[in-house]
């Protein structure tokens, strides 16, 4: 039986996962990757939680983190472009300018 | 009456002022002759109060207005003259309408001629308001005026050099002069806990208020007002420990010496514990008393010893001050108030003459002081000799000289309470200060002129300054005829002291002793000196001239053990303790701050990658944060 | 004339905008008119104050933010007034004798603001107003230290700024808690200081609200251990800077233990009689032994207003009101004198560009009318009777006795190191030979400086001979706040401290 822990679980590693790409990755297009893997895990977890009481707050819930991360993802990639087009990378290390 | 108790007080005021008016400005000499005329109006007017006062009249009260009001607190200005101001009074203007006059002469040569008149009727202002007042805050101006008085004149010739104490003791006018104000301040703040004391116990200062409550208070708190109250004077009085500063005062003007230094304002202590009589006779504090008596014996003693040996012609009469403030403690201390008063009067006039002789020799010497460079100056100054003389006389209390009467009673005194241990020191004391005196007069005036060697042509004083100093030279002869009556009117006020009928019957025996031993000292000293200098390198030498000569070491003692200390601890509290401690914990501070802010700036490399580390790093502390609490909650 | 009070605070300040309008050679005459009719306004409000009256006069309120109880809410009694009048006069007699050619214009503008921040804290009522006059304040003189002042300048004005300022937030942390408090037993927010003294707090409340305060005025006082700051900004500022700094800045700190601290806080002052006056004292003798110390006449003038600080602080802890009277009047009487003193040192200073008294020496022969001058405010200083610095003096150390004797003893030994320190500076800088060359031909006192010093010499001989018309107000208010504290004290051990008169006392 699949029960609330295997899906929490799953969240769990996925979120993982999502976290190690944010935290080692230096292209920002996989950053945006990674994100989107943590928004999914979390995600999962909403769904999850919410069939297990049986309240669908938590569904709709995902279904906003959907929605935001779509929007999210399309004005962030055309912001990639455009820093590409200006910089010619999309490598962190070289694009640090606001040192302090 | 009450116009004369103005007249009496402002018009050394006026002096002042008016001298003042002139300070910047070149010597004028109708500056001297006004103010010498303004007091001696002062004087005047208080004679005219102290007959009114001898005729019966009720003492006199005046209130000017409030001066200090806060909470139950009040303090006005106000002046009373009864039998012991006005006598006081009287010897206060006398004295220094003299030395006013003597000073226009011998100030003649001074740029600072109208400077000096402004700050020495300055003095007798304050010193007026010290014995006028009816409150001790009233006293306290008096007290402290005196004291800045003081301090601008014997600072008077500020522009001289520090020199070290090896050269001059004094080592400068205006060293000597901050030593004299900064003694006297040590004494003026047990003063005022003294006046704090009787404050918060009698709810008032003013004196009649205030010795009423005190048969209503408990011993300690007596005994407390007491001790406070005597330290106050043993500052202005320079008794040990806070003399030093008496005889470095000499650095002043010699009519100043005259005038403060030995008439009046060293007096004050005396005044105070003659007007605070009730106080000090009480029961309750009969062992501040005796105290008071046994100081200003040690006193006598310890100044005439000093004495003996010195060569400075002013310093000598400075020591034969203290010692004779010794005596005036030592009768006041027994409860011999008027004969106390009595001495102090007496004292004024001759001590007073003594000074201003000295003054002339300066004047004829150039300003030197060193009685082993004088001699024979009897030729020279014939009128000057015969002053110093009379005053000799008096001090050393030959009959019928003021000085043996008012001394002769203290002695009796000490014999009739039975202390005799302070009797004996006291006569001793006599024999010494007969010494001194006869060995300054006769090492200055008789034997060989040992001044030509340094060049100096003596010339006697101005024929005016001779005249005005008459009326102290008289007073110095007679001032003993009138005990009777001096008795018979300061004992309407204080309490009378009257010597048993044994002490009485023994008085010829007693006198005779003291007038044999005074008598055996001036002969020592005609042996020693009356033929002029003859030097003993052995005698000279011995430990005991040296420790006389150094003054028992205590100036040194005192530059050794408080003025370095106290200023090597300064220094530290500044250098270590203020900028390396305190200061520093506050840059430390500071400087944590900063340099946390510079080290973490780090941080901030621009690379987004690190950011996204520090976020995870964050989310990681702030889980294990929420985990620990969820454990101990 | 009711609202005489704003008039007083934003007059400064409008003129003080209007100043950068004004053409430069003529600023300074522009700001002594502006500083002579803030003068005469407060001598008005002298004039026409009631002195028979110990409450709050010349009161106006107009709500701010009347959701939160914070008004424009202002007053003044025998307490605040000769402050007022004071900064109004030191303000005056400081631009008179400033010698500053540079940038005269914007220094002028800055004390016109200053004033009105200075006037501003001693007149608010409201907590709130009370505060943000009394931050404002920082920032003109920070601009007058650190624009004007000498070669440390930016170090010694960031150092006060931020020094002052960290003290001043825990204050207002104070007093956000105590509108709290108000608010949690009266329902409503106010920060009305005379709402706040209707409210009797519990007494470890009083306790935590009090070191709240205390940490905003111990270090404007500046108190020890708090009072490295001064030193510094003393030595950077310009003459003008020091003189408004010690004349009126400090006493700011003392001000606000008197307004707040003890009548708010009446058992809780009870309570830190000890600490206190442990402190006062050692700020007494210390800062007295470290002004020994300097070799720097302006750090002497520096440390020895610290150690006259020491002595209002004993004061106003003395709990009754011959202390608290007098410690209000050597408020009056510090501010006057050291101002004074600052501006005799300015004086040098112009002439030789330096304060080292190794420097001078002999001053006394060159300049007489200079050496008479500081010498008034010498005696002044060491507090010789008949002269301002004596009736504080005596009536502080005469309260104190009260409170403890030998803490008195202590603070007594003002009279004595204080007249070391005075008179070795006295004597190292005008008396001796003239040794130095260039001290030769110094110039006397010329016009402008006699006609900024003559007042303040005859101020400190007309309240040192007659104080009553200063003391009378001040004292009809420090009896209405005694009688305030008894009746408000919560427990036994301070309405015993808290004296009443004698009469009241010995009836009971």
């Not at chain 1, 990757?33 to 977890?45: D, K, P, S, W, Y």
């Not at chain 2, 007017?45 to 001898?54: D, M, N, P």
């Not at chain 3, 007594?412 to 006295?426: D, E, F, K, P, Q």
Request: with cysteine; aromatic share 14%.
């Amino acid at each position: 039986m699949i029960g609330l822990s295997h899906y929490l679980i799953i969240s769990g590693i996925l979120f993982a996962i999502g976290l190690v790409g944010v935290l080692r990755r230096k292209n920002l297009l996989m950053l945006f990757f990674a994100t989107e893997i943590m928004l999914n895990a979390a995600n999962v977890a909403f769904a999850a939680v919410s069939n297990y009481y049986h309240d669908l707050t938590g569904q709709m819930f995902a279904f906003f983190i959907i929605a935001v991360a779509a929007s999210e993802v399309a004005v962030g990639l055309g912001l990639l472009i455009v820093l590409y087009k200006k910089f010619g990378t999309l490598d962190l290390d070289d694009l640090a300018s606001m040192k302090g | 009456m009450e116009k004369y108790v103005y007249i009496a007080l402002f018009a050394p005021l006026v002096s002042s002022i008016f001298a003042a008016l002139f300070g910047m400005s070149s010597k004028k000499n109708f500056v001297g002759v006004i103010a010498s005329l303004l007091l001696a109006t002062s004087f005047m007017a208080s004679a005219t109060l102290a007959s009114y006062i001898a005729e019966g009249g009720a003492a006199i009260h005046v209130t000017m207005m409030e001066w200090i009001g806060a909470g139950d607190l009040m303090i006005p200005f106000g002046f009373m003259v009864d039998h012991v101001s006005v006598t006081m009074m009287v010897v206060v203007t006398l004295v220094s309408t003299v030395v006013h006059i003597y000073s226009i002469g011998y100030m003649d040569h001074d740029k600072s001629f109208n400077r000096f008149f402004s700050y020495l009727s300055a003095f007798v202002f304050s010193m007026l308001v010290l014995v006028m007042s009816d409150n001790f805050a009233g006293l306290f101006i008096g007290w402290e005026g005196v004291g800045v008085c003081s301090w601008l004149l014997i600072g008077f010739w500020y522009h001289k050099e520090d020199v070290s104490p090896e050269v001059n003791p004094s080592i400068s006018p205006s060293w000597a002069a901050n030593e004299a104000f900064i003694v006297n301040r040590i004494a003026d703040l047990a003063m005022l806990v003294g006046i704090f004391v009787l404050y918060w116990n009698t709810g008032s200062l003013q004196y009649d208020v205030v010795f009423a409550e005190l048969p209503h208070l408990d011993t300690a708190i007596l005994t407390t007002a007491a001790i406070a109250l005597f330290i106050g004077a043993m500052g202005k009085s320079a008794q040990f420990p806070l003399h030093t500063w008496l005889t470095d005062a000499m650095e002043g003007p010699t009519p100043v010496s005259a005038l403060i230094h030995a008439a009046t304002m060293v007096t004050a202590g005396v005044f105070l514990v003659i007007r605070a009589n009730p106080l000090y006779s009480m029961d309750a504090v009969s062992d501040v008393s005796y105290f008071i008596a046994a100081l200003g014996t040690f006193v006598a003693f310890f100044a005439a010893s000093m004495a003996l040996v010195n060569r400075d012609l002013k310093r000598i009469i400075a020591y034969s001050t203290l010692s004779q403030l010794g005596y005036m403690f030592a009768a006041a201390g027994l409860g011999a108030y008027w004969i106390a008063l009595f001495h102090l009067a007496a004292h004024a006039f001759f001590k007073a003459l003594l000074f201003l002789g000295a003054g002339n020799v300066m004047h004829a010497m150039h300003d030197e002081l060193d009685i082993f460079k004088m001699g024979g100056l009897k030729q020279s100054m014939r009128a000057t000799y015969y002053y110093m003389g009379i005053a000799s006389i008096a001090l050393a209390g030959i009959p019928p000289f003021a000085g043996f009467f008012s001394k002769d009673a203290i002695i009796e005194t000490a014999f009739n309470e039975g202390t005799l241990i302070l009797w004996i020191m006291l006569v001793v004391t006599a024999g010494m200060t007969a010494f001194y005196s006869f060995r300054q007069v006769f090492l200055t005036f008789n034997g060989d002129h040992r001044y030509k060697e340094f060049g100096i042509h003596p010339h006697e004083m101005y024929k005016f300054v001779l005249v005005a100093m008459s009326p102290l030279a008289l007073l110095a002869m007679i001032a003993g005829f009138f005990q009777g009556s001096f008795q018979e009117f300061i004992t309407k006020l204080l309490p009378n002291y009257e010597m048993s009928h044994h002490t009485h019957e023994l008085v010829y025996y007693l006198g005779g002793l003291v007038l044999v031993v005074a008598v055996s000292g001036i002969a020592l000293a005609w042996k020693k000196y009356g033929n002029g200098l003859k030097r003993d390198e052995k005698c000279e030498n011995s430990f005991i001239y040296q420790l006389l000569k150094n003054q028992y070491y205590i100036p040194h003692f005192y530059a050794e053990f408080i003025s370095r200390p106290y200023a090597l601890v300064s220094e530290m509290m500044w250098r270590n303790v203020d900028m390396k401690i305190v200061d520093a914990t506050v840059d430390a501070i500071a400087h944590i701050l900063y340099f946390s802010g510079d080290k973490t700036r780090k941080m901030q490399t621009g690379n987004l990658s690190h950011y996204l580390n520090w976020m995870g790093v964050g989310f990681v502390l702030l889980l294990i944060v929420a985990a620990i609490t969820t454990v101990i909650g | 004339m009711d609202n005489i009070l704003s008039v007083l605070v934003f007059f400064p300040a409008i003129a003080g905008l209007l100043g950068f309008v004004v053409d430069k050679g003529s600023a300074r005459v522009y700001g002594i008119s502006v500083a002579t009719v803030e003068l005469l306004l407060a001598l008005w409000l002298w004039m026409s104050f009631d002195t028979a009256n110990a409450g709050m006069q010349y009161v106006e309120l107009i709500p701010l933010v009347p959701d939160f109880g914070i008004n424009y809410y202002v007053g003044v009694d025998g307490i605040s007034l000769f402050i007022v009048v004071m900064t109004a006069l030191m303000t005056l007699l400081g631009m008179i004798g400033m010698s500053i050619e540079k940038e005269i214009k914007n220094m002028i503008i800055s004390l016109l603001f200053l004033e009105m921040t200075m006037i501003g804290v001693f007149v608010a009522l409201d907590a709130i107003v009370f505060y943000l006059f009394w931050e404002l304040s920082l920032v003109p003189m920070l601009y007058i230290i650190g624009a004007w002042g000498g070669p440390l300048r930016i170090y010694a004005s960031v150092k006060f700024f931020l020094y002052t300022f960290t003290g001043s937030l825990i204050m207002l942390v104070g007093m956000l808690f105590m509108a709290y408090l108000y608010n949690s037993v009266s329902g409503v927010w106010s920060f009305s200081l005379t709402d706040w003294y209707a409210l009797v707090l519990p007494e470890n409340y009083q306790i935590w609200l009090f070191l709240a305060f205390f940490a905003g005025f111990a270090i404007k006082v500046p108190m020890f251990p708090f009072h490295t700051w001064l030193p510094y900004a003393h030595g950077q500022a310009p003459t003008i800077g020091s003189v408004i700094l010690a004349a009126v800045l400090l006493k700011m700190g003392t001000y606000g233990f008197v307004r707040f601290s003890l009548p708010l806080f009446p058992d809780a002052s009870v309570m830190m009689i000890w600490p206190i006056s442990v402190l006062a004292i050692i700020m007494v003798i210390y800062t007295a032994m470290v002004a020994y110390a300097q070799e720097d006449i302006k750090q002497v003038i520096a440390y020895s207003s610290v150690s006259h600080m020491g002595i209002i602080i004993l004061g106003t802890f003395a709990m009754n009101a011959e202390g608290i009277s007098g410690s209000i009047f050597l408020m009056l009487s510090h501010g006057i004198v050291s101002g004074a003193l600052f501006m005799l040192v300015g004086v040098i200073y112009d002439r030789r560009h330096t304060k080292l008294m190794s420097e001078f020496g002999g001053l006394a022969a060159v300049m007489p009318k200079y050496a008479v001058i500081f010498g008034f405010m010498l005696m002044a200083s060491v507090g010789l009777p008949l002269t301002i610095g004596f009736v504080g003096e005596f009536l502080v150390l005469l309260g104190f006795y009260e409170i403890s004797p030998i803490g008195a003893i202590l603070g007594g030994t003002t009279i004595i190191i204080g007249a070391i320190y005075m008179l070795t500076v006295y004597k190292r800088t005008f008396f001796g030979p003239v040794t130095n060359e260039k001290n030769k031909t110094l110039p006397d006192l010329n016009g402008k400086e006699l006609t900024a010093l003559v007042p303040l010499v005859a101020i400190v001989i007309w309240l040192g001979v007659y104080p009553k018309p200063v003391l009378g107000p001040i004292d009809t208010s420090v009896k209405a706040l005694i009688s305030f504290m008894h009746e408000k004290a919560r427990s036994d051990i301070a309405k015993d401290t808290i004296t009443l008169s004698k009469s009241v006392k010995e009836a009971k």
